[in-house]
């Protein structure tokens, strides 16, 4: 079976129309559009064939996209093993990516546009040259936002010595020159972290990570709380989509105030085992803290293609069970006052509870 065989009827979930596909990166709304990056590698169907490109496409309504040319290229000495994850910003109508340049090391780099499609190196990349000694070799997606006119950059890494997964904070008030402020967030009997995401979110704020416990286990962290004096406390926590076929969520908030989650729903499972890359994007989620509880559901704009029921998701009197090609089944065990679904050909997006809990699963 090929790839087009999987995505001929792949209508609701965003993938590019050939290469290898996986994080979203640099999620914004800019010129009137929503934009998504992702990384790429757009002469291959499966990874490690090139070095990390960043992909590129736009929407107005995250129903109809527009692939558009490949954003950037791993073309300068310091990002020639790599283009990988990070960011987007904008500042005086200028559109920033913020991304992990990766050659002997992993670096930060800086690209910009006016137009949002053709992007400028910063002449004078890397940005951030060299992980901070609270941090580790794994130095890498930068996630950059705006508070109060100042610029903040949280690093994903981790600490061998400290055995912990951590994020490191940096500040900037123009975005091109950082200062290290130190440990954001850490957690301990922990490798390292990944694709971060932070940004203001009403009276308070939103932290997201990739937490990856070891090479094989990993779990994503949503967060809520208070910023103040370079500190982020925690008041909420939540694991919201517990996969088993998610990976890398980006956050971003939208010009209409919203917080939105896109994750990659990875084509790991099916390496060898189709032709192409099935990999794709998921519908964007909105994040909300309701009552002490933090949700992701389905944004309006595509709540539409939400049904009660599919045949793939068998109700149980315990909760309900997805079965998946080769490879164990989903179990769900719990209380269900409310199912939504959300079906793609080969695979499913399953909100429990009015998105107080999120299953996205390959079939």
């Not at 079976?1 to 999620?27: C, E, F, I, Q, S």
């Not at 490798?191 to 704020?205: L, R, V």
């Not at 790991?268 to 933090?294: F, H």
Request: charged share 25%; glycine share 6%; net charge negative.
């Amino acid at each position: 079976m090929t790839r087009d065989d999987y995505l001929k009827d792949l209508k609701l979930h965003y993938h590019p129309a050939k290469g290898w596909v996986n994080d979203p990166n640099g999620l914004v709304y800019f010129q009137g559009y929503y934009h998504i990056f992702y990384q790429h590698s757009p002469n291959y169907e499966k990874p490690w064939q090139e070095s990390m490109h960043w992909g590129h496409a736009r929407t107005k309504d995250f129903v109809t996209w527009e692939e558009l040319p490949v954003a950037l290229y791993p073309d300068q000495e310091y990002d020639s093993n790599g283009c990988w994850s990070g960011t987007a910003i904008v500042k005086d109508d200028t559109l920033y990516l913020i991304y992990a340049s990766v050659y002997l090391s992993q670096t930060v780099s800086v690209a910009y546009s006016k137009d949002g499609i053709n992007f400028t190196k910063y002449e004078n990349n890397p940005v951030i040259d060299h992980y901070p000694p609270d941090g580790s070799a794994d130095f890498r997606d930068p996630a950059v936002c705006c508070i109060n006119g100042t610029y903040y950059c949280v690093m994903a890494s981790g600490n061998p010595e400290a055995n912990a997964a951590r994020l490191l904070l940096y500040k900037s008030e123009d975005i091109l020159n950082w200062n290290y402020v130190g440990i954001m967030k850490e957690w301990e009997n922990a490798k390292i972290t990944e694709c971060p995401s932070f940004m203001q979110a009403g009276d308070k704020f939103l932290l997201s990570a990739s937490v990856c416990v070891s090479d094989s286990e990993h779990y994503f962290n949503v967060m809520y709380g208070d910023f103040k004096n370079d500190k982020f406390e925690i008041e909420y926590s939540a694991e919201i989509d517990k996969g088993p076929d998610q990976y890398a969520g980006q956050a971003f908030r939208d010009h209409l105030g919203r917080n939105l989650l896109i994750t990659w729903l990875p084509g790991w499972s099916y390496a060898g085992a189709v032709e192409k890359d099935i990999g794709c994007m998921s519908v964007p989620r909105e994040l909300k803290l309701i009552n002490g509880k933090i949700y992701g559901y389905p944004v309006e704009e595509v709540r539409f293609m939400l049904k009660d029921e599919d045949p793939c998701v068998k109700r149980t009197e315990k909760g309900f069970i997805v079965e998946r090609n080769c490879r164990e089944p989903l179990i769900y065990e719990g209380e269900i006052s409310d199912l939504k679904i959300i079906r793609d050909e080969y695979l499913v997006e399953i909100f429990v509870n009015g998105g107080e809990e999120v299953y996205s699963v390959l079939l």
